[in-house]
């Protein structure tokens, strides 16, 4: 089937199975930022925004998609790299593996409230596991990145 | 100061091992065993072999019976007529798209006849017990001899001064506990993942989820039956690892796979696959007799622990396949009579692996509970129990073992001086613990080279991969200092095991300390050798050569208890940490926040919960890993000026947080219950059985 995306800003048409997750149609796009984790939307490491929400990845049928506006943690990227820039300075990640999907939902979280609190965002990003940091310094990355 | 790999990883750009695209490449599904233990009557391939786009399928027949493993060589590429536990890969597929290989494999007929199973230790050791391997003494690098119990994988045992027993019976203040653990996976959010590659040279690449690219190489040559030269291990970073990714796991299959089909493919497992087939933390039952005097000075600590270790002994690198923590039961304190005894059982379950201190949170778990729970029945304080019994310097440990110095009271009174009760919400009970680690720091054997770049700069090129942990920043901030550079004139490449000198790849809390060492040899051959732009040095470190140093952890817990639901919420975690130099003090504070995250993580929420042989947690939403909400604040306290090892002057950092984390909480709950939960992990269900005296399970 042809679906219709916005994808990162640009227009793309993508010819994939009916049964193809909006996850596996974006790695095959060379979008490997987005990560097959948990596979059952719990870990956050797929974490994408559909229409400027954040959603899983892994659990949404591309075909659900179409004609929808996806930016993945590339995109993320190039609209907001302080928030990349601030997980970097202050060690919000280590392995790395979950980031890509933190950085969008700290955008997202960023974009409904420039200056959430602590527990906004502990709230807000309780769907993004990482096993690395212990969470303490994402929420010091995103509040850096709420600052700068 | 940024890491080097940040931004590479926080926009998406960092090539993981799932991520790697290769022209041609096919994709792998595994079909595995839904039996803990059965004879495989008949396996069917037809069908699978007849669909569009695949292009092999394997059997144990076709693979052989070549057998894997890090030091135990007793794992199967595929199983061989037997398996062992369930989830243990019976059949692979490799086709063009994932959904095809998945269909595939689910058209391969396997007919089973299901035999009895062990599932427990206890199980494996009772008389006429089915045996998980008819003669497992005969395989290389195995420790267990013929006359040993049928089952047993390893046994190791230390004691040393007084007789235990007696010294037991005449304490004025004894206990006797048994505290259990469950299997727990390493929780790392990449699941296995590999890519292999055969060239037309006739060489394998391998891009792996692995932290030791040289030894995954040499693990590589048995069951291929080729030398290492024939693998070059290519460089990716991995996705977490905490002692899981340390395994050959699925390369031997994946390699098989793209011989088989002369095709690259890509094995990648689904979550699920993981949690029911990699290499979690064992299992764990011990027993622990500990007394003390009238004063409340310690007499004697008994420990006994029994691990489940299996169905297969490979997945555990150490000589002794054992798990390390074990030695250090007591480790901390004065002792006069100590004996420890360690059992790995084969079982017909999921094999067991190392994961962040192997073998240590369960210990400490059990031993630091057993003595906070002494010096309760002693009518004492445990934070002046442990004290009034802490090594002091000049002191050996129980063991025997003597370190340069010995800082476990300064960690102790600096946590204290730091610690400040957090109100319990209204309605809940406070609770507070204490609990301690102690663990040496070692360097291990690594490599790396310095090549002069135009402009001043320079590239370093090292052997040994980015687990998360920072090792790669490490090498930029310490070859910048060493050189007198601007860390962004200090490139920092990971290299293919073509490239470089072995290297025994990241883990033990060494790294730090190793890099250390590594760099200011770098660097002295550098200023020495004074290379043009585009010319190089190595440099080389070996294991050993360093003074015997060890490092205190100190954690304070605290918690809230719900008494009508039995609900757990912790408060508040201190952190205290006796401390050399720091390299990077960001990163060091993020080591330690992470591990007590997880700690907690171990404590409270993990549960395989393997029922009749089978990991029923078998997804993230069952086996929960603690997020956003379930982490309390974490304070750091750090106790500077120790003695490190190695030009860094370094002492490790990796599998101090999370070790004592365990023990705390539970002496927490304890506090604040009156009575204590002697199995993890501790749920609300198992605190408000407790409160409102239901029997146990």
Redesign the interface.
């Known amino acids: 089937m042809k679906v219709h995306l916005r994808l990162n800003g640009a227009g793309v048409e993508i010819d994939a ?1 009916p ?1 193809a997750f909006l996850l ?1 149609v974006l ?1 095959d796009q ?11 939307g ?2 956050g ?1 797929c974490t994408v925004l559909v229409d400027g929400a954040p959603v899983s990845s892994c659990l949404l049928l591309v075909g659900q998609c179409d004609g929808c506006a996806v930016v ?3 995109g ?2 190039q609209l907001a ?1 302080h ?3 601030a ?14 999907g933190q ?1 969008v939902s700290a955008y997202a979280l960023l974009r409904k409230n420039p200056h959430p609190g602590d527990a906004e ?3 807000y ?15 010091r990355s995103i509040e850096a990145a709420a600052n700068g | 100061m ?2 080097i ?12 091992a ?2 790697v ?1 290769r022209p041609g490449m096919l994709v792998a599904a595994v079909v595995r065993s839904p039996f803990p233990s059965a004879r495989i009557k008949s396996i069917d391939t037809s069908e699978a072999r007849a669909m569009p786009g695949v292009h092999a399928v394997l059997t144990g027949e076709d693979v052989g019976p070549a057998l894997f493993g890090r030091r135990v060589r007793d794992v199967p590429v595929l199983a061989q007529g037997i398996v062992r536990y369930v989830g243990e890969a019976v059949a692979a597929v490799a086709a063009e798209d ?2 095809t290989a998945e269909r595939a494999a689910a058209a391969v007929r396997v007919e089973y006849e299901p035999l009895p199973a062990v599932l427990t230790p206890e199980e494996a050791w009772a008389p006429g017990a089915p045996r998980v391997h008819d003669a497992p003494w005969s395989y290389e690098g195995a420790v267990v001899k013929p006359e040993d119990p049928g089952n047993l994988q390893s046994r190791v045992g230390w004691q040393n001064g007084g007789d235990v027993d007696q010294a037991l019976a005449q304490s004025a203040h004894t206990v006797d506990l048994v505290f259990t653990t469950p299997a727990q996976h ?6 296995q993942a590999c890519v292999c590659e055969v060239g037309r040279d006739g060489r394998t690449r391998v891009w792996a989820a692995n932290k030791s690219p040289y030894r995954l190489r040499e693990q590589l040559t048995v069951p291929l039956g080729l030398s290492p030269e024939r693998y070059e291990v290519r460089p990716v ?6 002692g899981g990714k340390g395994a050959p796991m699925d390369v031997p299959l994946c390699a098989a796979l793209a011989r088989a089909s002369d095709r690259p493919v890509k094995l ?1 497992r ?3 696959e993981d949690l029911m087939a990699a290499n979690p933390a064992h299992a764990s039952r011990t027993r622990v007799r500990a007394g003390c005097d009238a004063d409340g000075r310690i007499t004697a600590l008994d420990v006994h622990l029994e691990w489940s270790g299996g169905a297969y002994a490979g997945y555990k690198p150490v000589p002794t396949v054992n798990l390390h923590g074990a030695h250090g039961a007591g480790s901390s304190y004065r002792i006069p009579a100590i004996r420890i005894e360690s059992l790995v059982a084969y079982t017909h379950t999921v094999p067991g692996g190392h994961r962040r201190a192997p073998g240590a949170p369960q210990t400490v778990f059990a031993v630091e509970s057993a003595l906070d729970e002494l010096a309760r029945v002693a009518g004492l304080d445990p934070v002046a129990f442990r004290r009034a019994n802490l090594l002091r310097e000049g002191d050996a440990t129980p063991l025997g073992d003597r370190y340069a110095e010995v800082r476990g009271v300064e960690t102790l009174d600096a946590a204290m001086a730091a610690y400040r009760p957090v109100p319990a919400p209204a309605g809940m009970r406070h609770g507070m613990g204490i609990a301690l680690y102690d663990r040496g720091t070692g360097i291990g054997r690594s490599s790396m080279a310095l090549r002069a770049e135009a402009g001043g700069g320079v590239t370093a090129f090292v052997s040994f991969p ?5 090792a790669h920043t490490a090498v930029q901030t310490l070859v910048a200092r060493g050189l007198g550079l601007q860390p962004a004139q200090v490139a920092v490449e990971h290299l293919s095991t073509d490239e470089l000198p072995p290297d025994d790849g990241v883990g033990g809390s060494r790294v730090t300390a190793s890099i250390g060492e590594l760099v200011a040899r770098a660097v002295a051959a550098y200023q020495s050798e004074r290379p043009e732009p585009g010319q190089s040095v190595t440099a080389t470190l070996e294991p050993g050569g360093t003074r015997r140093v060890t490092a205190f952890a100190v954690q304070i817990a605290q918690v809230a208890i719900d008494p009508e639901t039995g609900r757990v919420q912790p408060l508040h975690i201190l952190s205290a940490h006796d401390v050399a130099e720091v390299v990077n003090p ?2 060091h ?2 080591q330690i ?6 700690g907690l993580s171990n404590a409270l929420l993990e549960d395989l919960a393997v029922v009749d042989g089978r990991v029923t947690a078998a ?3 069952d086996f929960k ?1 603690a ?3 379930d ?1 309390p ?2 304070e750091v306290v750090l106790v500077p000026g120790g003695l490190g090892v190695g030009a860094g002057n370094v002492k490790g950092i990796g599998e101090m947080g999370n070790v004592a984390v365990l023990a705390a909480l539970a002496n927490a709950v304890r506090d604040a219950l009156g009575a204590r939960v002697c199995a993890l992990p501790i749920t609300s269900e198992a605190v408000y059985r407790v409160l409102h005296g239901e029997a146990g399970q």
């Open positions: 199975r049964d596996e790695r060379g979008l490997t930022g987005a990560k097959e984790g948990c596979g059952v719990v870990c490491a993945t943690a590339e993320v990227g790299p928030i990349a820039a997980f970097s300075d202050h060690e919000g990640l280590q392995c790395g593996i979950c980031t890509p950085v965002i502990r709230s990003m309780a769907g993004n596991l990482c096993r690395c940091t212990g969470y303490a310094s994402i929420r | 940024a890491r790999d940040g931004i590479r990883k926080a926009t998406g750009a960092a090539i993981y799932a991520d695209q994932r959904p390493q929780g790392y959010i990449e699941p970073p991995v996705g977490g690892d905490f990648a689904r979550y699920s980015e687990n998360g942990a920072g960001l990163a504070e993020v926040e992470g591990g007590v995250a997880m997804n993230l939403g890993l997020s956003q909400r982490v604040p974490i």
